[in-house]
């Protein structure tokens, strides 16, 4: 079964999630940025999500995490929480 690991940044607007973005694209420590942030619990450590397999997230996030290239963020990806910034950093298929 799929499994993988990601790490996200959770924020209320479109247009906070656009800024953060270009922050951790222009070298921003992207684990900094999340504990700053990110209105999620995960923010602590730094928006680290663990290991996860395929329907354990929301429909909008499992389609980006078990498709997007490694290692690069992704977003804004906008969900019934708000808009999050995805990296995932591991993915088992």
Not at 5 to 24: G, P, Q, Y
Not at 53 to 75: I, R
């Amino acid at each position: 079964m799929a499994r993988a690991t990601a790490r996200h940044i959770l924020v209320s607007t479109e247009a906070k999630c656009n800024e953060l973005k270009a922050a951790i694209e222009g070298g921003a420590d992207f684990a900094e940025v999340a504990k700053e942030n990110s209105s999620c619990p995960s923010s602590r450590q730094g928006g680290d999500l663990g290991s996860f397999g395929p329907g354990q997230m929301v429909k909008e996030f499992d389609t980006v995490v078990f498709s997007a290239p490694l290692n690069q963020v992704q977003g804004p990806v906008k969900t019934q929480f708000g808009y999050h910034l995805l990296e995932v950093t591991s993915r088992q298929d």
